[in-house]
């Protein structure tokens, strides 16, 4: 029964592990893909980097918002399961 507990937590803290490289992937790319095109507007339109800027930021929270719930995720099965 022991060894079913152990192998019960090295799973929680391998999916947590993986919750989190996985869950990070794709905000990551959007982050990167955001800053960029904030970069080329403006570097077409400099007048206008406060909005493009503000704009960015906003996007920028709901991009990291999904690696916010991976990183949610990756807690509950270190602390609740692999208790």
């Known amino acids: 029964m022991d060894t079913v507990v152990n ?7 391998i999916a947590a592990g993986l919750a989190m490289g996985l869950g990070s992937l794709g905000p ?5 893909f955001i800053g960029g095109k ?3 507007s403006i570097g077409k339109k400099p007048e206008s980097a406060s909005l493009i800027t503000r704009t960015m930021v906003v996007a920028l929270a709901f991009a990291e918002s999904s690696a916010i719930y991976a990183l949610l995720v990756a807690l509950v099965l270190l602390f609740v399961v692999a208790k």
């Open 7 to 13: 192998w019960v937590k090295v799973a929680a803290c």
């Open 28 to 32: 990551s790319l959007g982050q990167g």
């Open 38 to 40: 904030a970069c080329e």
